[in-house]
């Protein structure tokens, strides 16, 4: 008995759509969703995010092209698209992990799969530009993968193209949700968006509907859905005209249809609370007279590219509470006080000018959060001089308030964090602009009133019609008959602090109180930490826009590279004009004469007291018998303690003495290659030495050079690279050792090896230390012989592969050719027999 025949399994919809209108569909669906990336554009500059988008389009489409070919159900499906995602998402969505930003890594994965949960919250408190660190690329890679394979599915599937043209506008949404207050390109690419998706659209609805229906004015050789087809031509036809016609008058208009100030689109980030809050940290003007006592003498960070009286910003502080002046911060970044909004580094956030400068910044004793910035806008910030696990930590948390110009790592800079400052620098405004400058109209954060000072301000401010000269009489006026002190050693008396009791008293006369000899002078007696708080505070209750700076400057006749140390702590004042921006005013005087502080009063002294002998000392307490045994426990236990503590020390260093030993073993290792190398017989084998200890160099430098390349194409290449090697000189003294004439003088190898170890040091000098140490660590140069080795092997064996194949096909050419030549043998020989027959 036969099983019965299973049934005909039913077509697809898939199988039955002409493969032209089915590449059509999917050319308009993936324009339609690139024109929805681009609108990423501002929110993460460059074009790392279109290679990302692009291929998450690309994946989508074949994964949902197979499923569609092979009938394939959701969980097939699933499955393929979370391979797919960890597979390719290490190279486009977490490409900062990644090994050479392309193989999937421990740290990738990992940030893959934290990325569909915290990576839309990466992207909206990230500054924009945004770059691609801190998982953020994962918002793209996400959305347009899962679209496009659900775009992509429904219209090769089904008949339900418009739930298909849906999908792209999802990726619209997304763009704008999490994009800024700036479109890209709004009008072209909305033109071309609403001209592709009413052109697709109509041409779909179109051939459905001739589809279906019979006309008789078709021929029956055309397919309704056909070009063919008059009626469709005509409908298209005119739909173009009209498309083209609206698309020419919006692009004509396209002045008209930009929003009204005020009315500017919605933007997710905008609303979303900065995750750094500056209130949490002490202010650091409070910290000034530290750096003064503590670290006077002390580096606390080194900077590049600055020139003597350059002041280096530390952070800028707004808000008065009548105890301190605070960074105050706020929740919108285009206030006075701006924002704290996470930075990517190594992205433009700023288009630099002409006069751009770059500055390098190392971190020495110096210890907070606040990370010292350069001039009057920061254009970028790169961590390239740091190490890739600090690099990565530092980027999670680097903010930047762009209006107060403060940088912060909210984990807090350590000794040996470099990064890198592209910014433009500070410029004095002009005579025309102070005469005709004006205070801008912004609104600082509210201090704590001190109604006390309005009115000596507006004595010492006067009533010139300049707000610049108004300004300059109130600084002046403050810094009149007034004294520099620090209050350290032997400088004048001065309480440090600006709380509003100490402002205050630096309103009096100077003077002492005659009662109490030992008090502290009155008057204005102080540094730049209560000179400018005072200026700040008199500028504030006359309305003008002022706030305090605490930073650095650079010490005079220093440029270059310099060392900031404690001692050159300083403050300063910045007041807002309209068209010129912050401009900065010193606040403090010149150092001058201390005030004469009055004598203490002479205290008499008492007469002399007579000692008395001291009382004889008593016998001590006999000890009862076996008090003083040797046997007792007290003895035992600071041995036992030492014991104890000695053992936990070993413990813990061992870990730091093993790394000891494995770093010693590896220097040892090369040293005695090297020498070995050195101390070979003949010559041409100790410069051969030399030029491979050359070839190990750059192997652990990451820079392997290909073995099957000349020591001149190795020299070649090198000199435009690494020109501190010397390289041609170097090869081309080894190929004549080697393959020369023996002319050579045995001192001409000491020589080249006294070149090779010149060239070593000069080609790593330039490194930070760090790299160095991972070049002497390394242990790339003991696997390269291996390496070439297996190289060579299978080089060999696909040649041998290539000759056998080579021969097998030359074979069989020959056994052709010998039997076609004993098959046309015979045949001509009886045809020849034949005709002498016939004859």
Not at 258 to 270: C, K
Not at 622 to 634: E, F, R, V
Not at 802 to 807: E, L, V
């Amino acid at each position: 008995m036969t099983a019965p025949a299973r049934p005909a399994r039913r077509p697809s919809y898939f199988s039955s759509v002409p493969a032209k209108r089915l590449a059509i569909d999917l050319a308009v669906l993936g324009a339609l969703f690139v024109l929805a990336l681009l609108g990423f554009q501002h929110v993460y500059g460059g074009a790392q995010y279109l290679v990302t988008g692009i291929m998450a389009l690309v994946l989508g489409t074949l994964i949902a092209l197979i499923g569609a070919r092979w009938r394939w159900g959701p969980l097939r499906i699933t499955a393929l698209v979370l391979g797919v995602y960890f597979l390719f998402g290490s190279m486009f969505a977490a490409p900062t992990r990644a090994l050479w930003g392309i193989v999937p890594t421990p740290g990738s994965l990992l940030e893959l799969l934290k990325a569909p949960v915290t990576s839309w919250k990466s992207l909206l408190t990230v500054a924009p530009p945004v770059g691609v660190a801190q998982g953020v690329l994962a918002v793209v890679w996400i959305s347009m993968l899962l679209l496009s394979l659900a775009a992509m599915t429904v219209v090769m599937r089904t008949r339900l193209y418009v739930l298909a043209w849906l999908f792209p506008l999802v990726m619209v949404a997304t763009s704008i949700f999490f994009g800024t207050d700036q479109a890209f390109w709004p009008v072209p690419r909305g033109v071309l968006y609403a001209v592709l998706s009413v052109g697709w659209l109509t041409w779909r609805f179109e051939s459905g509907r001739l589809a279906g229906a019979e006309s008789t004015i078709i021929s029956d050789t055309v397919r309704p859905g056909s070009w063919k087809n008059p009626v469709l031509r005509r409908r298209v036809i005119g739909g173009a005209v009209i498309m083209a016609i609206a698309a020419g008058g919006a692009f004509a208009a396209s002045p008209l249809l930009d929003p009204p100030e005020g009315t500017i689109r919605y933007a997710q980030r905008d609303r979303i609370t900065p995750p750094f809050d500056p209130r949490q940290y002490v202010s650091p003007l409070t910290e000034f007279r530290g750096y003064l006592k503590d670290q006077r003498e002390e580096e606390l960070f080194t900077i590049t590219g600055v020139s003597s009286g350059d002041q280096i910003r530390l952070a800028t502080m707004d808000q008065y509470d009548l105890q301190v002046y605070n960074v105050a911060s706020s929740r919108q970044k285009d206030s006075p006080s701006g924002a704290f909004l996470r930075t990517a580094p190594g992205v433009d956030l700023e288009e630099g000018t002409g006069q751009q400068q770059v500055s390098s910044v190392t971190i020495g004793a110096y210890r907070g959060v606040w990370m010292p910035t350069v001039g009057e806008r920061t254009n970028r910030i790169d961590l390239e001089g740091m190490d890739q696990g600090r690099a990565s930590a530092t980027t999670e948390n680097l903010f930047l308030n762009q209006p107060s110009q403060t940088a912060v790592n909210a984990l807090g800079v350590q000794a040996g964090d470099t990064y890198e400052l592209s910014y433009e620098p500070y410029t004095e405004p002009t005579a025309e602009q102070q005469n005709a400058a004006t205070f801008a109209d912004i609104t600082l954060p509210d201090n704590e009133p001190a109604e006390e000072m309005t009115a000596l301000a507006e004595e010492w401010a006067g009533s010139s019609d300049s707000d610049y000269e108004r300004f300059q009489n109130l600084s002046r006026s403050v810094k009149e008959d007034a004294y520099y002190s620090h209050g350290l050693e032997d400088d004048t008396a001065s309480l440090s602090g600006h709380g509003y009791s100490r402002l205050r008293a630096m309103l009096e006369e100077v003077g002492f109180d005659e009662d109490t000899p030992d008090a502290q002078p009155m008057g204005r007696i102080g540094d730049e930490e209560q000179y400018a708080a005072l200026t700040a505070v008199l500028a504030r209750s006359l309305d003008m826009p002022a706030r305090v700076v605490m930073g650095f400057e650079v010490p005079e006749g220093q440029e270059g590279t310099v060392s900031i140390t404690g001692d050159d702590v300083t403050a300063w004042v910045e007041v807002a004009f309209e068209d010129i921006g912050w401009v900065r005013f010193d606040p403090a005087p010149d150092e001058d004469e201390d005030p004469t502080e009055p004598q203490p009063k002479e205290v008499e002294k008492p007469l002399p007291q007579v000692a008395q002998p001291p009382p004889p000392p008593a016998e001590p307490p006999s000890p009862p018998p076996g008090a003083m045994s040797d046997d007792t426990d007290d003895d035992e236990d600071p041995t036992d303690e030492t014991a104890s503590w000695v053992v936990y020390l070993g413990l813990g260093l061992l870990p730091f003495v093993l790394l000891g030993l494995f770093a010693a073993a590896v220097i040892i290792a090369k040293t005695v290659r090297r020498r070995r190398r050195r101390a070979l017989e003949t010559l041409p084998a100790r410069v051969d030495g030399g030029w491979q200890e050359i070839l190990d160099l750059l192997t652990d430098m990451g820079r392997a050079p290909d073995p099957l390349m000349t020591r001149a194409e190795i020299a070649a290449q090198l000199q435009a690279d690494v020109p501190q090697l010397g390289a041609s000189t170097l090869a081309a003294r080894a190929d004549r050792a080697v393959f020369g004439p023996d002319d050579l003088p045995d001192a001409a190898a000491e020589e080249y090896w006294d070149q090779v170890m010149a060239a070593r040091s000069g080609a790593t000098a330039a490194l930070p230390w760090h790299r160095r140490l991972r070049i002497a660590l390394s242990l790339r140069s003991f696997r390269r012989g291996a390496a070439e080795r297996r190289r060579e092997n299978r080089r060999r064996r696909v040649n041998a592969r290539a000759r056998a194949k080579a021969q097998k096909r030359t074979e069989a050419l020959r056994r052709r050719r010998s039997s076609v030549r004993g098959t046309t043998a015979p045949s001509l020989w009886r045809t020849i027999r034949r005709k002498g027959r016939s004859s």
